[in-house]
C-alpha cells in the first residue's frame, strides 16, 4: 500500500529543545504538526570503508563498511510569526524573552563569541495511512544549516530552511501524530516595512518602492570530529564566522535616488525590516541591522528602472553580531530543555 503524500506529517515541538544533543524529545511531548509546502522526507547521506583499489586478487570491491552517517531535511513552508521565532531562536540561541501576558516579547541576538553549539532538536514523520507504520521515522539531533525568508510582491512571504541531524531513523509504530496543525499567524509581502537611513540621520520609509526581499541566515553546521561510540554525528558546532546574514532587496528606483547615493558614498547605515501581522495580540518580526552599507546596481524590470541592492552588514559587540531580532508571540518562552 503506497498511502498518498496528502498523509504526510511532522510531530515536533516549537516552545523545546533537546537538553543533550541526540536525546531524543520524548514522543509524548512532540504534539505539535507545522504544515509544509513540498513532501520532502528525511535523507540520510552515508560513506563507507571498502577494499576498493586494494591488491586481493580481484578487481572490484568485495567489503564494504559503515564509516558515518549524516542526515539532511529541507523544509519549505508559508512564512509565520511563530516559526521563524522557534527557528531563529534554535539557530543563534541567544534568546530573552520578557512579557507577563500575551503577547511576550523576544529579542535574539546572533550567539555569544565563545558559543560554539547551535540547539538541537527531535521530530517524527510518517505518511499516516493504514498499513504505513513501519515507515513512522524519529529523527533527532536537528539542527539548523540554514535559514532564508523571501518576500516578492504582495502574496505569501516563504520561509525555508535545512535541518541536518545526527544521521539515525528510528520507526516509531506505534507513534500517534497530532491531529491537526498549529494554528499560526501567516506573514504576507504587503505586511513587510523596510526602513533605511545614514546612522545619525532620519528614518527613511522605501516600502512604497520595494518589490522583493531576502534574509538569509547562514549557520554553517559542522559535524564535530569527536569518534565517539557511533556512526551517527555525536554533534555540530558553527564553522567558520557563522552564523552570518546576507540582506538583499529590490526597489523601483534609478540612480538618482538616495540610495545609489548611500552606494556611491559607502554611507554607514541602519537597516530595519520589520514584519507585522497587524493583530492583537500583536504578532510581528523585526529584524535590525544597526551598522551597514549596501551596494546598488541599477537594472531593469521590463522597462522600469529598478535598483538591486545588497547589504553588507557589521557586527556590533555590544548585540554579538550583525543583527538583532525582536518578535512578538504567544509563547512565554523557547528552547525549554526536554529529554
Not at 509546502?37 to 563507507?48: A, D, L, M, R, V
Not at 507504520?133 to 535545512?162: H, P, R
Request: proline share 5%.
Amino acid at each position: 500500500m503506497a498511502g498518498t503524500i496528502k498523509a504526510y506529517r511532522t510531530a515536533l515541538l516549537t516552545t523545546a529543545a533537546e537538553a543533550v544533543y541526540g536525546v531524543q524529545i520524548a514522543d509524548g511531548s512532540l504534539t505539535q504538526w507545522v504544515e509544509v509546502n513540498e513532501f520532502e522526507p528525511g535523507k540520510t547521506e552515508k560513506t563507507y570503508r571498502t577494499d576498493a583499489g586494494r591488491i586481493k586478487g580481484v578487481r572490484g570491491i568485495t567489503q564494504r563498511q559503515l564509516e558515518s552517517a549524516m542526515g539532511t531535511m529541507p523544509r519549505q513552508m508559508d512564512a509565520s510569526v511563530e516559526v521563524i521565532t522557534w527557528l531563529l531562536a534554535l539557530g543563534l540561541t541567544n534568546v530573552a524573552s520578557a512579557g507577563t501576558v500575551d503577547p511576550w516579547t523576544h529579542t535574539i541576538k546572533h550567539p555569544p563569541v565563545c558559543t560554539l553549539v547551535p540547539k538541537s532538536t527531535s521530530l517524527v514523520e510518517g505518511i499516516v495511512c493504514s498499513g504505513l507504520t513501519a515507515g513512522y521515522k524519529l529523527f533527532k539531533g536537528c539542527v539548523i544549516e540554514q535559514l532564508s525568508i523571501e518576500m516578492d510582491g504582495k502574496g505569501a512571504v516563504k520561509l525555508g530552511w535545512t535541518w541536518k541531524t545526527d544521521g539515525s531513523e528510528t520507526t516509531k509504530g506505534s507513534f500517534t501524530f497530532p491531529t491537526s496543525t498549529l494554528a499560526l499567524t501567516y506573514l504576507l509581502g504587503s505586511m513587510l516595512t523596510l526602513e533605511l537611513h545614514p546612522n545619525g540621520g532620519g528614518s527613511i520609509d522605501i516600502t512604497s518602492l520595494l518589490n522583493s526581499f531576502k534574509i538569509t541566515l547562514n549557520f554553517n553546521v559542522q559535524p564535530r570530529k569527536t569518534s565517539s561510540s557511533s556512526v551517527f554525528v555525536s554533534g555540530y558546532r558553527y564553522g567558520g564566522d557563522a552564523p552570518t546574514v546576507d540582506i538583499e532587496f529590490q526597489v523601483s528606483a534609478d540612480k538618482s535616488h538616495a540610495i545609489y547615493g548611500y552606494h556611491e558614498n559607502d554611507t554607514l547605515l541602519t537597516l530595519v525590516a520589520t514584519f507585522d501581522a497587524n493583530v492583537t495580540p500583536a504578532r510581528s518580526v523585526v529584524c535590525s541591522v544597526s551598522n551597514c552599507h549596501i551596494n546598488a546596481e541599477e537594472d531593469a524590470d521590463d522597462i522600469e528602472p529598478v535598483l538591486n541592492c545588497k547589504v553588507s552588514p557589521l557586527d556590533i559587540a555590544a548585540n554579538t553580531g550583525p543583527a538583532v531580532w525582536t518578535c512578538k508571540t504567544g509563547v512565554a518562552a523557547y528552547l525549554t530543555p526536554l529529554p
